[in-house]
């Protein structure tokens, strides 16, 4: 039920808080956005509470530059926008803020239904600390956009060569056959610059908000797919650990130290088969296997002993663990995905929509307040 998120990131002082600010006509108002926080907008108390709890984990220091705001704006009735401190080159992110910015970012990209990663044209520093984040960024390159702001601070020949170098050094950090779209403008008040193209940069800003509109518009499919998606991670997650279990267990004697075996076989992941044993199972990608050194990192916090088999897991009326969630990626997301497509077309275009009933229906799989029910369907 919680409402589509859109996250801006990119390196400091790029002019992300004054886009925020100026999407939602904040400018001169006392709960503008300013510098240096992450600062989720529109979070409604109970949403709150249950969307962003799971930050605690990251410590007091990350929630003390933890804030949240409800604001009245149409746009926040529909989507939460968080805002986050820019990245800057050649400084250790961890010394700086005193929380691990790079863990929090990764649990927002996770999280974020739309990631806008915004640029400014006369600084154009791609540096290690970029490059992280789109490591970061891996997996999620369809929700991504890039910003190239402060468009109008640059001659329309200057801007062509920024977008040229732009794509240039953002090529390697992306992995996909179709690029990010770009949206060229200078997000804020202020009127653009004489001798600029502002004509272009008035459609563009039109263009972005239609993207907006279409994650709001897509939010149930789009929750659906991120499911799916996590529930493939952690099959594979339980998969590979399931291996590493068994493994100990038929290398471990009465004699042998548990200590020398697992690290042997933490060690040696290929020499025991892990990896192979895992891609024997159906539907799995090699793409999709975490790295084997994930897995030290995984075990030293989560002690191999304290894992029992897969296979404990199943219960003599309830069936296996795991096959639930092979049913579930295989059928039962896929077939919710469609229902709700269909569900969603037929409000957006009020093709069959004709009866109370359907309204109703169409009410209750959306989980929408009455007057948001869209209004085509009669
Ligand atoms: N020329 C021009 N300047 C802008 C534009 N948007 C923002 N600025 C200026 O850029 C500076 C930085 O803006 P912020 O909104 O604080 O940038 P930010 O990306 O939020 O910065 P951090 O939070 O520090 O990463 C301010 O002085 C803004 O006035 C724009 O569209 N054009
Ligand atoms: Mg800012």
């Known amino acids: 039920m919680s409402k589509p998120m859109v996250l801006f990131l ?51 220091n990350f929630l003390e530059r933890f804030s949240g705001y409800e604001i009245p704006h149409r746009l926040l009735e529909r989507i939460t926008i968080v805002d986050t401190p820019g990245i800057i080159e050649n400084e250790a992110t961890a010394a700086r803020y005193g929380y691990p910015f790079n863990d929090v970012c990764q649990w927002f990209i996770d ?15 791609v540096g290690l600390e970029l490059e992280m984040l789109f490591r970061q960024l891996k997996g999620r390159e369809s929700q991504i956009r890039i910003v190239l702001n402060k468009a109008d601070s640059l001659s329309t020949q200057e801007l062509m060569r920024v977008y040229g170098a732009l794509f240039w050094s953002l090529a390697p950090l992306i992995n996909v056959t179709e690029p990010p779209r770009v949206y060229v403008s200078s997000f804020w008040p202020r009127a653009f610059r004489v001798n600029t193209n502002s004509r272009l940069f008035l459609m563009e800003e039109t263009s972005l908000l239609d993207d907006l509109r279409q994650v709001i518009a897509n939010r149930m499919e789009n929750k659906i ?3 799916r998606q996590h529930a493939i991670r952690v099959r594979i997650h339980a998969l590979v650990v399931d291996r590493y279990v068994q493994t100990f267990h038929a290398k471990s004697s009465f004699f042998s130290d548990p200590d020398e075996v697992f690290t042997e076989i933490v060690d040696n992941p290929e020499k025991f088969g892990i990896y192979k044993a895992v891609l024997s199972h159906n539907n799995i990608s090699k793409f999709d296997l975490p790295e084997p050194a994930a897995y030290y990192e995984f075990f030293a916090m989560n002690p191999i002993s304290q894992f029992r088999t897969l296979s404990h897991h199943c219960g003599f009326t309830g069936g296996c663990l795991l096959d639930k969630m092979e049913r579930a990626i295989a059928y039962e997301l896929p077939g919710l995905l469609t229902s709700v497509g269909n569900i969603a077309h037929r409000a957006r275009f009020g093709q ?20 948001t029910v869209p209004p085509k369907c009669p």
């Open 352 to 371: 069959t929509c004709s009866t109370v009933s359907c309204k109703l229906h169409v009410h209750r799989h959306f989980q929408l307040k009455p007057h």
């Open 225 to 227: 797919a991120f499911i």
């Open 10 to 60: 990119g390196p400091w002082s790029v002019g992300k808080s004054t886009m925020i600010n100026y999407l939602l006509d904040l400018d001169d108002k006392h709960y503008q956005l300013y510098t240096g926080r992450f600062q989720p907008e529109s979070i409604m108390a109970t949403e709150g509470a249950r969307t962003f709890a799971s930050l605690e984990k990251f410590g007091q």
């Open 111 to 125: 999280r974020a239904d739309l990631i806008l990663v915004a640029f400014d044209p006369t600084k154009l520093d």
